[in-house]
C-alpha cells in the first residue's frame, strides 16, 4: 500500500498516514509531496494507491477547499475510510521586533490568525504556504511579525512570544484512487 500526502515529514500529513498504517496493521509506506494540489493534479499517475488528506483542508492555489476536492474528483477516487488523529499542538507566535506587520499560515488556519487578530486588533498582511512547516520556514527567513506553526517546530528567541496555543483534533480522509478502468 502507498499512501501519498503532503510532506515533509514535519507534517501533520505524514503523520496521520503513518499513524492509518500503524493502527491498522497495514503493510506500506507513505510517499510524501510538496503540496496537496501536486497530488491532485496528477491523481491518475497513482492508479491504485491511497490519498490521505485532511478535512480541514483549503489551497490558497486552486482555491477549493476539502468539500470542493471531495466532489469534484468522485469519479477518479473512492472514500475508503475516515479517522480521527490530533494535529501536532499548534501555535501563534509574535515577533516583538518584526521586520513587517506579515502572518504567515497555512490556509486552514486562517481561522485562527484571523480570530487572534480581531480581538488582539491588528491587522498584519496575511500570506499563504503550503503547509505549517513552510510558515515557519518563511516566518524566520522574512523576520515576519506572526506566524501559526506546529509547536515541534519552533526555536523561540528572547523576541518571540507564543500568544495563543491550540490542541485541535482532526477528521483525516483516506482515498484509494481508481486505475483509468474505474473511472466513469
Not at 497555512?106 to 490568525?113: E, I, N, R
Amino acid at each position: 500500500m502507498i499512501i501519498h500526502t503532503l510532506g515533509p515529514e514535519a507534517t501533520d500529513s505524514c503523520q496521520a498516514a503513518r499513524y492509518y498504517l500503524k493502527e491498522n496493521a497495514v503493510c506500506g509506506r507513505v510517499q510524501l509531496h510538496c503540496r496537496f494540489e501536486e497530488i491532485i493534479d496528477h491523481l491518475m499517475d497513482y492508479p491504485g494507491d491511497y490519498f490521505v488528506i485532511p478535512a480541514a483542508f483549503k489551497s490558497y492555489r486552486a482555491h477549493i477547499d476539502w468539500a470542493d476536492f471531495h466532489y469534484a474528483h468522485l469519479d477518479q477516487l473512492t472514500l475508503i475510510s475516515c479517522f480521527r488523529y490530533r494535529l501536532n499542538t499548534l501555535v501563534l507566535i509574535r515577533r516583538q521586533n518584526a521586520a513587517n506587520k506579515i502572518a504567515y499560515t497555512h490556509p486552514s488556519t486562517t481561522a485562527l490568525l484571523e480570530n487572534y487578530m480581531q480581538q488582539a486588533n491588528v491587522q498584519p498582511l496575511i500570506k499563504y504556504t503550503d503547509s505549517k512547516y513552510l510558515a515557519y520556514q518563511q516566518y524566520n527567513e522574512t523576520k515576519a511579525q506572526y506566524v501559526i506553526t506546529n509547536q515541534q517546530n519552533i526555536r523561540l528567541t528572547s523576541q518571540e512570544k507564543i500568544e495563543r496555543t491550540y490542541t485541535p483534533d482532526m477528521i483525516w480522509c483516506l482515498y484509494k484512487i481508481k486505475n483509468e478502468n474505474q473511472v466513469k
